[in-house]
């Protein structure tokens, strides 16, 4: 199982992105997809900052969560206590919360440069 950060959603979904064809392709490798519920979140609200209606936005968001690959996780604190620890930065805490994530699968798929950095260096196998 791979833990899926929210770039990798937005460009498999938008058409016109420089990485729409691989995220796709990842997506379509991986047996199951680990998403965080932050990540839905994130989703959602980059959708509606772009100016994307709600009926589409809930389109993109539902096909994950109704996605036989997806395993939507929640989090009882235990995400949210190691990205306290990990956060240096606060303008990262959400990023900080996927890794931690990832930190339970050892395998995040993002397009985040520094993220990942920083889950290579807690020995989590990074795609692409």
């Known amino acids: 199982m791979t ?3 929210t770039n990798l959603f937005i460009y498999a979904t938008l058409r016109d992105s420089e990485f729409n ?4 392709n990842i ?5 199951r997809w680990v998403v965080p519920s ?3 979140y994130e989703l ?3 959708f509606r900052e ?3 209606r709600g009926e589409d936005i809930m389109k993109v968001v539902s096909s994950i969560l109704n996605s036989p690959r997806a395993k939507v996780i929640g989090d009882d604190g235990k ?4 990205a306290l620890e990990l956060a240096k930065n606060p303008k990262r805490f959400n990023d900080m919360v996927i890794l931690a ?7 995040l798929a993002t397009y985040d440069k520094r993220l990942k950095k920083d889950a290579e260096k807690l020995g989590i196998k990074t795609l692409p």
Not at 79 to 82: E, P
């Open 79 to 82: 995400y949210t206590k190691r």
């Open 27 to 31: 997506l379509a490798s991986l047996e």
């Open 38 to 40: 932050i990540v839905l």
């Open 44 to 46: 959602y609200w980059f």
């Open 101 to 107: 994530t990832a930190e339970d699968f050892k395998r």
């Open 50 to 52: 772009k100016g994307y």
């Open 21 to 24: 064809s691989e995220a796709r």
């Open 3 to 5: 833990v899926i950060d």
